[in-house]
């Protein structure tokens, strides 16, 4: 490969207690004989900063990248449905990894940590690099690992297109707080990709895995039956992000927030799982010479939006619970505990979309037959089940719960922060006091019905029609 620059302001190197900014050179053990990519986040080859910055050390060094996948037989709330994506997008990347030289290894393993540091010394790995991600869950593994590693550890932010620990050192406020910075620093990382091309050494490659094998052994949930709605891996990313480009984008500022319209572009599957780069997106969005205002509209969701969701879990621990929402929405609550609910539901009615409200049952019934629910269906969903339960933890828990189990896209901090904006006012300001929200932005059907059909989107959602496709 022709050399190329790798903008360190995207890596920390990872000790057990900081993240620490990174000068010119990196560390590299004396007699390394490799560079391991611990593969996690970003579960893809081309248009990757953090396997091209082991790669970018390994030319320098003068030895071979390792890529190593560890799986957990349990994530979070995710079921045989996402693990089914997730693993076929993997073994996607897996024989792309191969096709160029670089070996990937796939370990199944509860105690992710501990396997990438045995695998590390088994290679004699000089360095490690590995994946910015701010889930609680992610941090963990990597402390863990950290304490564990006899080489330098890094992290690389291949997610954010502007890092995350780099534009900001503290909770933004909201997105006009975060939008300056982005828009400030935007021309300096939208760079184009260096491509991968062969490795001139041959490395011997591992057996490559088996999905349906691996499958046998997660243990999580198969209720919850994988979906035909969306092709795994990055081919099908790229495949489909052109047809949007091609059909929709023109219409995205005008349509978007319509369910039955199909005006968005659906990439949060495989943006969640690192099929594709959320840069490799903006880059062909922005050059795309389709309606500016749809474009713009676009970048404020998949850079502003999406940055501002990493910030707000990268540096606010309780993302997943009432203390992180902000102290106003938080008095605001707890003044309205005992208002009066004029329905009360279960986690299990939630679940079954046994609801009275038709509206948000249909929204329940997309989300669990497509593993995608509407945008705009998705604030209307949370904010109803603040209403209809005892208390906002009650509502953010089962909130989670669901997200997670059913979503694609679940499981992410966009999830997490996109729950706290509807629930606990995150990102938001406070509105004019009512019954149970407080001062939480409220919204009802009445709101619905001025922006779509919300007949149409039940009759396509309701019980009944189970299983129907995504694109009608
Ligand atoms: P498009 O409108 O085509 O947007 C393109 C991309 O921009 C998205 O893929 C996403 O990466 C980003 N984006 C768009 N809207 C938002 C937003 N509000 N916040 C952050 N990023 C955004 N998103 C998830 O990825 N996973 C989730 O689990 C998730 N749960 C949510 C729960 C609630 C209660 C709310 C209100 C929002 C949630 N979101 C979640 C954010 C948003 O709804 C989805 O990202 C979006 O609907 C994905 O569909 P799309 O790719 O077609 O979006
Ligand atoms: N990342 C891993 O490194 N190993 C896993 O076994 C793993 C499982 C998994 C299952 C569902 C899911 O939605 C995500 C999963 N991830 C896994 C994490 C994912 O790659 C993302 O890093 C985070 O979920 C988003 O920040």
Same mark, same amino acid.
């Given at each position: 490969?022709k ?10 190197e ?12 990196l560390?590299f053990k004396?007699d390394?004989?490799?560079?391991v990519? $611990?593969m996690?986040r ?10 091209l %910055? ?6 320098k ?13 349990q ?11 997730m ?5 996607e ?17 509860? /105690? ?9 010394? %088994?290679?004699?790995?000089?360095a490690?690099?590995? /994946? ?12 863990d ?11 690389v932010?291949?997610h ?8 900001s050192?503290?909770?933004?406020f909201?997105?006009y ?5 982005v ?7 939208m760079?184009s990709f260096?491509?991968i091309?062969p ?9 490559v ?17 994988p979906? %035909?709605?969306f ?11 052109d ?19 199909g ?28 309606d ?9 969701e ?9 910030n707000y879990c990268l ?19 707890n ?24 509206? $948000?049952?249909a929204?329940?019934?997309?989300m ?16 109803k089940?603040?209403? $209809? ?8 828990a089962?909130?989670?719960y669901?997200n997670?189990t ?6 992410d901090?966009?999830?997490?922060t996109g729950?706290? $904006? ?7 300001r ?11 932005r ?8 001025s ?5 149409k989107y039940?009759?396509?959602? %309701?019980?009944?029609?189970k299983?129907?496709?995504l694109f009608?």
């Amino acid at each position: 490969m022709k050399d190329y620059k790798i903008d360190t302001r995207r890596i920390r190197e990872i000790t057990t207690s900081a993240y620490l900014p990174v000068e010119e050179s990196l560390q590299f053990k004396t007699d390394g004989s490799c560079i391991v990519y $611990w593969m996690s986040r970003e579960q893809r080859i081309q248009d990757n900063w953090a396997l091209l %910055s082991a790669l970018h050390e390994s030319q320098k060094r003068n030895v071979n990248v390792i890529i190593a996948f560890t799986l957990v037989p349990q994530f979070l709330d995710a079921t045989i449905r996402q693990f089914d994506f997730m693993l076929k997008g993997i073994s996607e990347a897996q024989q792309n990894a191969h096709s160029l030289g670089i070996p990937f290894h796939f370990f199944l393993e509860k /105690d992710p940590a501990k396997a990438i540091t045995s695998f590390a010394n %088994s290679v004699n790995a000089g360095a490690v690099f590995t /994946d910015f991600d701010p889930l609680n869950i992610k941090l963990k593994w990597k402390q863990d690992a950290a304490a564990t590693l006899s080489c330098p550890f890094y992290e690389v932010d291949a997610h954010n297109i502007i890092p995350a620990r780099f534009i900001s050192q503290k909770t933004e406020f909201a997105a006009y707080t975060l939008r300056p910075k982005v828009h400030r620093l935007l021309h300096e990382f939208m760079t184009s990709f260096p491509i991968i091309t062969p490795m001139e050494s041959k490395a011997t490659l591992p057996d490559v895995f088996d999905v349906q094998d691996v499958l046998k052994k997660v243990k999580v949930r198969k209720d919850v039956q994988p979906v %035909s709605t969306f092709t795994p891996g990055t081919s099908a990313a790229l495949h489909h992000l052109d047809a949007f480009i091609k059909l929709k984008l023109d219409h995205y500022h005008d349509k978007r927030n319509d369910p039955n319209a199909g005006y968005v572009s659906d990439m949060s599957p495989w943006l969640h799982f690192g099929n594709i780069s959320a840069q490799t997106i903006a880059l062909q969005i922005q050059s795309s010479k389709k309606d500016k205002e749809s474009i713009d509209g676009y970048i404020e969701e998949l850079i502003v939006r999406k940055e501002l969701a990493d910030n707000y879990c990268l540096y606010t621990s309780d993302y997943d619970n009432f203390n992180g929402f902000h102290a106003w929405a938080q008095t605001s609550l707890n003044a309205h505990r005992s208002d009066e609910r004029a329905y009360l539901y279960s986690q299990q009615q939630f679940e079954q979309a046994n609801t009275h409200d038709p509206l $948000w049952n249909a929204a329940q019934m997309e989300m669990i037959n497509t593993g995608k629910m509407h945008g705009y269906m998705r604030m209307y969903w949370a904010k109803k089940i603040l209403e $209809w339960t005892h208390t906002p933890e009650e509502a953010q828990a089962i909130a989670i719960y669901l997200n997670d189990t059913y979503e694609l896209d679940g499981r992410d901090p966009n999830g997490y922060t996109g729950i706290a $904006w509807s629930i606990g006012g995150v990102h938001d300001r406070a509105w004019f006091e009512r019954p149970i929200f407080g001062k939480i932005r409220y919204m009802n059907a009445n709101g619905c019905k001025s922006k779509f059909d919300v007949k149409k989107y039940i009759a396509m959602h %309701s019980t009944e029609n189970k299983g129907d496709s995504l694109f009608p």
